[in-house]
Structures are given as C-alpha cells and as structure tokens.
C-alpha cells in the first residue's frame, strides 16, 4: 500500500535530494569533510535570518524555544507572551517551569492580539523579554510581526520570536523586524525531518547572555555550544551528523530558490488552496487579515465528522491533521509549506472533495479544484 500524502503542519515531505543527504555514511562529527558542512550550513542559516550568531543542534522546536527563553531570562524575570493559540500557551509553562514570571495577552482562536492590550501590558511595568508566535499552528494565525516588533523598539523589551511554523517559508530577518532570538526547528518549512534545534541570536540577546552569568541550563546553555558553532571540529556533544547533512541541502536549496521567491511561493499556495476550500463552502476559522502562507485551519461544514472525515480523507491518499486545543473536533488542518507546490495542492484538493462527496457533503464535484486552479494561474 502506498502512504498518504503528508499535508500536516509539520513534519512536511521531504525532497528526494534532502533524503538522499540523509542517508550519507556517518560522518565522524570532527572529520574534515562533515565540519566543512556543519560550517556551510550554519552560514546559510545566518543567512536566511540575517543572524548574528545561530546554533542548530539536535532536538525539537520545543528544546528551542527553551533556549531561546533560558539564554536571555533567569528566574524572578518578567516575560510577556502573545498567545494567538496552543503554541503561543506553551511559552509561559515554559516560562514557569524556570521560576520566570508570565504575563500572557491572548485572543480569540484565528484572530490577533489586540496590540493596545500589549501596549498596555508593556507601560505597566519592565519586562526582561517579549515572545511571539510568527504562525501560531493551532489557528493557522499569522502574527502582525511589525506591529509587534515596533512595540518591542519602543519599550526596549528583548524580542523572541517562535517561527517553527513560518521559517523558510515567511520573512523572518531579523535586522529588518528588530527580533532579538528565533526559535525554530526542520521539519516544518525547511522540509527536513525532525530532528534539530534552530535559534538564532541577535548581537544584543548574545550581550544579554553574557550579562546574566551563570544560567539553570548545561546542554541548552550557548556559552557550550558557541565556540563550537564557531569551529565545528572542537567537541561539546555529539550533533546529529546526519541530520546536519541532510539540512545543509534543504538550505542549499532554499538560498538557490531565493528567500523572496521562496516567500512569494509560499503566499500564492496559501492563496490558491483557500480560493478552492471557499469554492466549496467551506471556511477557515482564521481571520482574513491573519492567514497565513503556511496552513490553513478549516471548519467542519454541519454533519461532517473529524474523524470519519481525516480516516476517509487518507483512504483517499492524504493526510491531514485535526485541531488541537479549544478547536479539537471542530477544525482540520492542511500544511502547505516547504516543498509543497501545485502537485500536491491538486491531489490535496481532489481527495478533500471526493471525501466530502462520499460523506454526504452537497456541492458541485471540481469547484474547489477549478477555483484553485484560476487562482494559481492568475497568480
Ligand atoms: C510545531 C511547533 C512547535 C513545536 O515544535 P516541536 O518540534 O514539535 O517541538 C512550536 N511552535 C510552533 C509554532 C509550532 O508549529
């Protein structure tokens, strides 16, 4: 039997020559050959994040956002989270779980923070660090970045943005935007699979970093790891050779795509998918201001049911995730990011119809495929 087309927000499929990569022998992780790779990889990293400093090591988005936050706070420190969904709550537990102090603005599953509320909570008194969550992946929100980042400017706060599911596939530099430290990993638009710990820094989090001594971290401190980013034949602990190999390909890639190529890429499928899932009635739970180039969260349309749906939906050869959080039952989500192009939307949006149609949905077979198809032609 062949599997399903993966179309989930993370892990995404994987290009033929990144696996390829993958399977190279295991290089001995000091060996002239693979510390020319880790080099060339790390350069291209800095790159797309136009970075002062970035690591990538073994590990999750999860393991990155704890050394974004553990590098540039210690305990007692105030942090203001913007929540827009699941992974946005997910910074202030780890907040908490340092003996940090959270504040959290949230709001409405698929609609921004209003930024007044943010403005409010930066006045009221001075706050070590600030995150953000560039595409929160429960709710398919994309972030005002700008507006946010102007507020970290104007009350001087350290910016840590969360851009596992926008990296690669969403302008994140850091320069342009003032952001302070990303935190990402490869299996969402960078098209790896999972794996690595990415977090890149700004020369201002590096200062920080230094000005907090001694930090409740050993393997996530980058006073470790550094020095060995610098040359990667010295030793701290072991990266994952292969996986290192594997990324330095798909950023091999991303940089010959062109970053803004990539970018604009990535809007038009975002597009042309939503173009089609309107066609056929269907709605996205986000607000239109906040979609985002990387998923898309759909509503249930009356009488559809989650499970039945997605079980069906890979019957008929893809993939797809449910809603996670307050939206469990209600939504399912499609990714489309990293190496996604017009092939797998159409097989994506056939299989959506057809599963529909057996369900019981009423509409007209091909509307959602034609509808995608004049809005990816007239770009
Ligand atoms: C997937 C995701 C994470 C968690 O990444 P893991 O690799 O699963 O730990 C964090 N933040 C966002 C926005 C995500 O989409």
Same mark, same amino acid.
């Given at each position: ?180 430290? #990303? ?6 638009? !960078? &098209?790896? %699979? $999972?794996?690595?710990?990415? /977090? @890149?820094?700004? =020369? ?23 020095? #060995? ?6 030793? !701290? &602990?072991? %990266? $994952?050779?292969?996986?290192? /190999? @594997?990324?330095? =390909? ?41 979609? @985002? ?87």
């Amino acid at each position: 039997m062949r599997d399903p087309l993966v179309m989930i927000p993370g892990p995404t499929p994987v290009d033929e020559a990144v696996r390829d990569a993958m399977r190279v022998q295991t290089y001995g992780h000091t060996y002239g050959r693979f510390v020319k790779i880790y080099k060339e990889c790390l350069a291209g990293l800095k790159k797309i994040f136009n970075a002062d400093a970035v690591i990538a090591i073994g590990g999750a988005g999860t393991l990155s956002m704890e050394m974004g936050l553990v590098n540039v706070a210690k305990a007692g420190d105030e942090i203001l989270h913007i929540s827009q969904g699941y992974f946005g709550d997910r910074y202030p537990q780890i907040s908490a779980a340092f003996g940090m102090k959270p504040d959290v603005v949230s709001s409405e599953p698929g609609h921004r923070v209003c930024l007044k509320e943010v403005e409010a909570k930066l006045k009221s008194k001075r706050y070590a660090a600030m995150t953000l969550t560039h595409v929160d992946t429960s709710s398919g929100t994309l972030a005002d970045l700008e507006g946010v980042s102007e507020l970290a400017k104007k009350y001087d706060t350290l910016f840590i943005l969360d851009g596992v599911c926008a990296s690669a596939a969403i302008d994140e530099d850091m320069k342009k935007y003032g952001i302070d430290v #990303i935190v990402t990993t490869c299996q969402k638009a !960078f &098209a790896v %699979p $999972p794996g690595m710990t990415l /977090v @890149a820094f700004s =020369e201002k989090a590096l200062k920080r970093r230094e000005s907090l001594g001694s930090i409740a971290a050993y393997y996530c401190d980058i006073k470790n790891w550094l020095p #060995i980013m610098d040359n990667p034949s010295l030793y !701290f &602990a072991t %990266p $994952p050779v292969n996986h290192i /190999v @594997a990324l330095n =390909e798909s950023v091999k890639m991303i940089l010959e795509e062109g970053l803004e190529a990539r970018y604009a890429r990535h809007r038009r499928i975002g597009n042309a998918f939503r173009a089609g899932i309107k066609a056929i009635g269907l709605k996205p739970i986000t607000a239109e201001e906040a979609y @985002a180039p990387t998923l898309t969260v759909i509503q249930y349309p009356e009488g559809i049911e989650d499970a039945a749906f997605r079980a069906r939906l890979e019957e008929n050869g893809v993939f797809c995730a449910g809603g996670v959080g307050s939206l469990k039952g209600k939504v399912f989500r499609v990714g489309h990011m990293g190496s996604i192009g017009w092939p797998e939307l159409a097989q994506t949006m056939t299989a959506i119809e057809l599963t529909l149609a057996e369900l019981g949905y009423k509409f007209t077979l091909g509307t959602g495929v034609g509808a995608m198809e004049a809005a990816w032609k007239a770009k």
